[in-house]
């Protein structure tokens, strides 16, 4: 219990004193007018209230990272609470405010084309390519999640099937309709859904009595069932990406900075959001160290149900809230990779628009992008979910590692302080790349190679970072490295 609440203290403490000090070197100005104003559309740029916004923001991250990723996450033990509150703290929240208030200076751009602006046209390119390859990845992916939990709430003629179906023609509704007629109008019942969730079973779990593994000298080890295959790094930072830090926040933020009314509010908005979906994340691992007896328990579950977290997490929800504070418990944890899904496909789309160069005022138009979209991912729903998921977290680490470089281009070019983005940058850099190295859907290189070919990497990355700060000091003054 004192790891817990130490870790919910810093996370707390990031929000309150780390944020007003990244706003302060972003330079957040109230009185500049915002996109949602100066490109009003009636569909994409539209001024909604903070709180919305916010929430809109917590329930486009939270998907089933911060809930399933937690739960496999605490299989390696309490070295997972420090990566999710260092991780959100210093990284992941830092990564989604910039990517946020970044957008807001270029009029609502995508995450593509601002990475183009600080990396150049290459990684432009790039990016358009992956990034719309990983919005219809979650949008696959958040399709399967929710209907296999529905699948087990409904009788057996509502199969999962049928509800891959009712979850489809949601998301093609939530992506071209104006963002203020569905997302904006259901999205605050789901969040307080989600929020009762995360508060309902970590009080069940602390009045019940459940011991709460503490992160001691003797506890800092490597819990999971294969060690040898899993090693804390980078196995464990790719397994918690949503509950730390994610690169698919940056394909949501911009989405949001087309709403937002006041650069002020980016703090709440943005970095608060990331916030909330850590504590979601801290009580997730906590539950999932506890619940079932110890951290070896839970490695026996996980291997039982092959990985499959929806099933624990159902049984966690009705034991500990009982039958009507599980449905709402479960509610929650639809709700939250439901409205990522259609928020993913929407930002496919506001990509897809943004390089073609097409508005996105007229139906015609959002159909013309969206149709292949959709056709893509339902043909991924057909493939194996557990292979989605694992291609999915190193894409979506590797996404984040090029968006914290290209934020730390932003703050090197506008002479401000670079560090704080310029070490998680290199360190995802790192995960990165030894995890494709080591991992069996990567190279499956032995442990040392891949180690070795991380350290060469983060050693180039460095290199030609310096590099480029002095090609840019001979032209301007810049801060020394």
Known sequence: ??????????????????????????????????????????????????????????????????????????????????????????????????????????????????????????????????????????????????????????????????????????????????????????????????????????????????????????????????????????????????????????????????????EKLGRRVFYGAMIAEAVVAMIWATIGMSFWGGIRELNDVMTANKGNAAILVNEVSNSLLGKFGGLLALLGVVAAPITSGDTAFRSARLIVADFLNMKQKSIKNRLLISIPLFAIGFAITRMDFAVIWRYFAWSNQTLAMIVLWAITAYLVKSSKFFYITLVPALFMTAVSVTYILFAPEGFSLPAKVAYSGGIIAVTAALAGFIFYLGSLRKKETLPDI
Request: net charge neutral; hydrophobic share 55%.
């Open 1 to 262: 219990m004192i790891t817990f609440s130490v870790c919910l203290i810093i996370l707390l403490a990031g929000y309150f004193f780390y944020s007003g000090f990244i706003e302060r070197i972003a330079g957040a100005d109230p009185s500049r007018p915002t996109p949602a104003y100066t490109l009003g559309d009636g569909v994409d740029y539209i001024p909604m209230p903070w709180w919305i916004v916010f929430l809109i923001q917590f329930l486009n991250i939270a998907g089933l990272g911060p809930i399933f990723g937690a739960l496999a996450g605490a299989m390696w033990g309490p070295v997972a609470f420090i990566w999710i509150v260092l991780g959100s703290v210093f990284a992941g929240a830092v990564h989604d405010y910039f990517s946020g208030m970044l957008s807001i200076k270029h009029n609502g751009l995508s995450i593509t084309e601002i990475t183009g602006i600080y990396l150049g046209t290459g990684v432009k390119q790039f990016m358009r390519g992956f990034t719309v390859v990983l919005m219809v990845l979650v949008g696959a992916v958040f399709i399967m999640g929710p209907a296999g939990i529905l699948a087990g709430l409904t009788p057996s003629t509502l199969g999962a099937t049928f509800w891959v179906w009712v979850v489809f023609i949601y998301y093609i509704l939530a992506t071209l309709l104006p963002i203020d007629k569905i997302i904006g109008k259901i999205y605050p019942v789901f969040g307080f859904a989600l929020f009762f969730m995360a508060a309902g079973l970590i009080i069940a779990l602390l009045a019940g009595g459940f011991h709460i593994p503490e992160l001691t000298s003797s506890t800092l080890r490597n819990y999971h069932v294969n060690a040898d295959k899993f090693p804390v790094f980078p196995m464990m930072f790719i397994t918690i990406a949503c509950g730390a830090i994610s690169g698919f926040h940056a394909t949501q933020s911009p989405m949001m900075a087309r709403c937002i009314k006041n």
